[in-house]
């Protein structure tokens, strides 16, 4: 029977990053509930069209609803083998819908601080003649553009407190249910790109989800 596979962290962890070697490790393709009811909308597919009328009018696309979009993404040839799915479910709600659809092997989570993640993304700056993103500390940016370079507006420390709060209040019941079957691996993601790739490398070939 084929597995997926799960992935969650706060904003700014690197799980999409991450999420790329996961995808090359194992074969699995990584998708994205946002992602698919973007498309969606875009197609103007039945449920596309529904999900519009939630989106447009400022309230939550309902559980039964990405289940629903979940269950015809599973339908494609590529899906065949399990799938990656890259920050879903967010609430132990679309944890129990999910594991009724499909079985998940492993559940990888990216911990990291919150003052290093408050500190990743407040000094984030985008060039927007380029698009290019730079960050204050880690990144800086060449002089001859530094003037130029824009923070965007959901960088700010009381917008990423609030992402935040948010997250640890929808995840913390999701870790506990995933640690109780056994199936959970935290990474410390306050390391180095390669550092915590390794680790997730491991997990994986150790596990054999594939």
């Not at 995808?23 to 009811?37: A, D, F, N, W």
């Not at 993640?117 to 553009?145: K, L, Q, S």
């Not at 997250?167 to 995933?178: A, D, E, F, R, V």
């Amino acid at each position: 029977m084929s597995t997926s596979i799960i992935l969650f962290g706060p904003p700014g962890a690197g799980k999409g990053t991450q999420a790329v070697k996961i995808s090359e490790i194992t074969g699995k393709p990584q998708i994205s509930t946002g992602e698919m009811l973007r498309k969606s909308v875009s197609e103007k597919t039945d449920l596309g069209i529904k999900a519009q009328s939630y989106m447009e009018s400022g309230l939550l696309v309902p559980d039964e609803l990405i289940i629903q979009l979940i269950l015809e993404r599973l339908k494609e040839k590529d899906a065949v083998n399990g799938v990656l799915f890259d920050g879903f479910p967010r609430t132990l709600n679309q944890a129990e819908e999910l594991s009724s659809i499909v079985k998940i092997s492993a559940v990888i989570s990216i911990e990291v601080p919150d003052e290093e993640i408050v500190g990743r993304i407040v000094g984030r700056r985008m060039d927007p003649v380029t698009g290019d993103i730079y960050h204050v500390d880690y990144n800086p940016p060449p002089n001859e553009i530094e003037d130029r370079l824009i923070q965007r507006k959901d960088d700010n420390e009381d917008t990423v407190r609030n992402r935040l709060a948010a997250y640890h209040k929808q995840t913390s019941p999701l870790s506990k249910w995933y640690s109780e079957q056994g199936i959970l691996f935290a990474v410390d993601g306050n390391r180095t790109i390669e550092e915590v790739g390794r680790d997730v490398e491991n997990f994986l070939l150790k596990k054999e989800v594939f």
